[in-house]
């Protein structure tokens, strides 16, 4: 089973929850931690790194010594990574050639601009489509490193990270190559970035169930009723943990009740897990009574989508 631990903002305990329920469970644990641009799973789980792979994406190099300048690599790009200046000649008029001249003034004679492609890398997704598409067969691709993958165990847990390099403004093409290690013979769970963007459905599809951790606030119910139209249009089974229980409003309570949404499990604020959290201590370290809490959400995870 595949379980996906999302939340609509950032700072609600998404890690927490991940990571506290690989904890509790007493099976065979494969750990995704998808959020590549500030992974921090590896802070509680502390697991022994034995191996890395660096992960790289091809990016378009032209020989403008084939190329007819013709714009059509330009054309197929859905990300504008690619501007084609084409070449330019003036006319007969343009140049003065055939005009009245001074006695003083002489035309020069003008030369024609050479024509030029330019590849920005930062916003190449490295699909292929100018490469393929080229009618002189002028392109080529070189790979571009865009980060590493990190691989270790933690108690039995199977850990696996991605890690994007600072700079590089594309994160799915390093969740697609974290995600490509999964085991569909363990239990698997993926710590998924916040929010709702490109990076976040890249790291939830193809889950069996996710679970949204939410804090009971106004920004909190903001970004879960973003996140759950996400999850219906994506037509993943999901339901909420609330973080924080017992601080915020009960707005978050009513609309899970009202759009017909489990609630799975309610955390409290709590001063020792604060402290355990800053020290990165798992709660169930400090409150192993959280082993059944944890235990029972998968049991509800399993009976809502498994």
Do not use: W
Request: aromatic share 6%; with cysteine; glycine share 8%.
């Amino acid at each position: 089973m595949i379980i996906s631990i999302a939340s609509g903002k950032g700072g609600t305990g998404k890690t927490t929850v991940a990571t506290n329920l690989a904890f509790s469970l007493n099976k065979v644990i494969q750990f995704l931690d998808c959020d590549v641009e500030e992974p921090d799973a590896h802070i509680f789980l502390k697991p022994k790194i034995e191996s890395r792979k660096t992960v790289s994406i091809p990016v378009p190099r032209v020989d403008e010594a084939k190329c007819n300048f013709c714009g059509k690599c330009a054309e197929v790009c859905a990300y504008n990574a690619i501007a084609v200046v084409k070449p330019v000649g003036r006319s007969k008029n343009e140049a003065g050639i055939g005009k009245e001249k001074s006695s003083t003034t002489e035309t020069k004679p003008h030369k024609e601009l050479k024509g030029k492609v330019l590849i920005f890398p930062e916003l190449c997704h490295g699909c292929g489509g100018c490469k393929l598409l080229c009618p002189e067969e002028a392109i080529n691709e070189v790979d571009k490193d865009i980060g590493m993958i990190e691989f270790g165990e933690s108690k039995n847990i199977q850990f696996i990270h991605g890690k994007l390099n600072i700079g590089e403004a594309l994160s799915p093409p390093l969740i697609r190559a974290v995600k490509d290690y999964i085991n569909p013979t363990r239990t698997v769970i993926i710590d998924v970035p916040p929010g709702t963007s490109c990076p976040v459905i890249e790291a939830v599809k193809g889950s069996d169930y996710c679970i949204l951790v939410t804090e009971p606030t106004p920004f909190g119910l903001n970004d879960l009723v973003l996140a759950v139209e996400v999850l219906k249009k994506l037509k993943i089974p999901f339901g909420v943990v609330i973080n924080r229980a017992d601080i915020g409003d009960e707005k978050v309570d009513q609309y899970c009740q009202d759009s017909n949404i489990p609630v799975l499990m309610r955390i409290p604020f709590d001063k020792e897990i604060a402290v355990a959290y800053s020290k990165g201590i798992p709660i169930v370290e400090v409150k192993p009574k959280y082993i059944r809490e944890f235990e029972k959400l998968f049991e509800k995870v399993k009976e809502n989508g498994g």
